[in-house]
């Protein structure tokens, strides 16, 4: 069976991940499909978060990514899903989830959503605080993929390369280390 993860993925967070990896453990293919849509002002055009989105899912076979506009249930139909998987973070999220869940069942029947929940550890996680917390130059090497960190921190000019303070295995972006001049003013 086929299921469609999609979402703004601006960018792909460790969350994001989480979601998909488990999903393509339950689905024969799980196609990431990111929106493109008019209505926002994402940080990251369309190609580079679908090359963000590729780049973190290489180690999984099962999984295709794509990019599409209009209706999620109509692209559904389109690529022959049944499924429309979606990740529950908390209560917060299951009003307006549900609230797609319920609008999509009535724009296709042969369509159901089916919700994960998030891992615990990445229940705060979201694009935007991934963002938020690089524009004020906090570090996000534990809440996105090692190259989806240095794209936003170049989207902010935190663009040096220094020691990880979580994480001590890999040399990645630490914007706290930078030097003023680097800094977003
Ligand atoms: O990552 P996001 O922004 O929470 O994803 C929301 C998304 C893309 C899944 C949702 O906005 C969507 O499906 N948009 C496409 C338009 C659509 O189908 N609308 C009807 C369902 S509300």
């Given at each position: 069976m086929i299921a469609i993860y999609p979402g703004?993925?601006?960018?792909?967070?460790l969350g994001h991940l989480d979601i998909i990896e488990r999903g393509s453990q339950l689905f024969s293919q799980v196609i990431v499909a990111v929106l493109r849509n008019p209505n926002k002002t994402p940080l990251f055009t369309v190609q580079q978060r679908l090359e963000q989105i590729r780049q973190s899912t290489?180690?999984?076979?099962?999984v295709e990514i794509d990019a599409f506009e209009g209706l999620t249930v109509e692209y559904a139909t389109r690529s022959k899903a049944k499924v429309l998987l979606r990740g529950l973070r908390a209560i917060s999220d299951f009003e307006v989830e549900l609230q797609m869940a319920h609008t999509n069942k009535t724009l296709s029947t042969e369509i159901e959503t089916v919700f994960l929940a998030t891992s615990n550890e990445y229940s705060f996680l979201s694009s935007s605080v991934v963002k938020e917390i690089a524009r004020f130059g906090g570090s996000i090497n534990h809440l996105v993929p090692p190259h989806v960190a240095l794209d936003t921190y170049k989207c902010f000019t935190h663009n040096q390369t220094v020691s990880n303070p979580i994480r001590t295995d890999t040399t990645e972006v630490n914007p706290l280390n930078s030097s003023p001049s680097n800094r977003e003013m």
């Open positions: 703004s993925f601006d960018p792909i967070t290489t180690h999984l076979d099962n």
